[in-house]
């Protein structure tokens, strides 16, 4: 299973494919090459091994940080044994 996190651009460096993206609190450098842009600050990215992947809007980013900050799972059934998805 591949883990796909949400991103807010910080920076991007220009006459590059890279920007600085702020991934929970922590800023690293991702490639957006893979997509197309321009890209500004504040806009959101799925990413996933270093690479953007999808463009998120700000609503899909904080949906999917809930999620992670919850520990939650949509349509997991909460009644089951074993709660780790």
Do not use: K, N
């Amino acid at each position: 299973m591949c883990l796909g996190l949400p991103g807010r651009v910080v920076d991007v460096t220009p006459g590059t494919d890279l920007a600085r993206v702020d991934v929970a609190g922590i800023v690293r450098d991702i490639d957006l090459g893979l997509l197309d842009g321009p890209f500004v600050p504040g806009d959101y990215v799925l990413i996933h091994s270093g690479f953007a992947l999808e463009r998120m809007t700000t609503e899909e980013a904080r949906d999917a940080l809930d999620v992670f900050a919850g520990g939650s799972v949509v349509g997991r059934d909460e009644t089951s044994e074993g709660t780790t998805p």
